[in-house]
């Protein structure tokens, strides 16, 4: 079946770092990938998605990049601000399937 | 209007009572869907509703009754529920499968 695996959290920087939180899948087929992100207390809100290889997705300075060869679409920001403090979710639906299937959740905490 | 409302936020709900969680999209989407998640864990899927019938159920309890009455809103009836089923409830809808889906705040369910 379809599983998404991401890197253990928690993740603890400083503001202006560098970000990268890894995420791989397993699917068959050509899935879309999401990155979801929750602030505290909230609902899910889709930070950027990819529908193909190397499709590039972004969105508030997050970035990430479908890459079919390593199954993989890390997440990645250059510049992290204290706002960006939340759990990340990475995810994948296949196509004609309506279930989205979700990583385990990393989350960032960014200290000033 | 890109939002997906839930209603209520919080619930508080003993044992033997009977309460339902509303949630209502305005974007036109045919896929609606139903996920629980607990502290620090990804959401997991419930239910899925496409052009409002029932396509999917994961195997949920029967104290969990879904129902589409029309396109646009989608319940959760909710009955004999155990402290265990406490946790956040989150609605989201998608144009279609294989497209991006939207979620709700949730609501945050307490069973007593």
């Known amino acids: 079946g379809d599983s998404v695996t991401q890197m253990e959290g928690p993740v603890t920087l400083s503001e202006e770092a560098f970000l990268t939180i890894n995420c791989t899948y397993t699917a068959t087929g050509y899935p879309s990938l999401f990155w979801y992100v929750q602030y505290p207390g909230e609902g899910l809100q889709l930070l950027l998605k990819?529908?193909?290889?190397?499709d590039k997705g972004s969105n508030k300075g997050f970035e990430a990049t479908y890459r079919k060869e390593t199954t993989s679409f890390h997440l990645e920001k250059g510049s992290v601000q204290v706002s960006d403090s939340a759990v990340y979710f990475c995810?994948?639906?296949?196509?004609?399937?309506?279930?989205?299937?979700f990583g385990t959740g990393t989350r960032l905490t960014i200290i000033p | 209007d890109t939002e997906v409302t839930q209603t209520p936020k919080h619930l508080v709900m003993g044992m033997t009572n009977k309460k339902s969680l509303k949630c209502e999209q305005h974007m036109g989407h045919r896929a609606m869907y139903w996920y629980k998640q607990k502290a620090k864990k990804p959401p997991e899927l419930m239910f899925v509703y496409s052009y409002e019938k029932l396509s999917i159920n994961e195997s949920v309890p029967s104290r969990f009754s879904p129902e589409c009455p029309n396109s646009s809103l989608l319940n959760l009836h909710l009955h004999a529920l155990q402290p265990e089923d406490s946790a956040l409830y989150l609605c989201?809808?998608?144009?279609?499968?294989?497209?991006?889906?939207?979620f709700g705040q949730g609501t945050r369910l307490t069973v007593v």
């Open positions: 995810a994948l639906r296949n196509f004609g399937n309506e279930k989205l299937t």
């Open positions: 989201a809808s998608s144009l279609s499968e294989g497209q991006m889906a939207f």
């Open positions: 990819a529908t193909k290889a190397d």
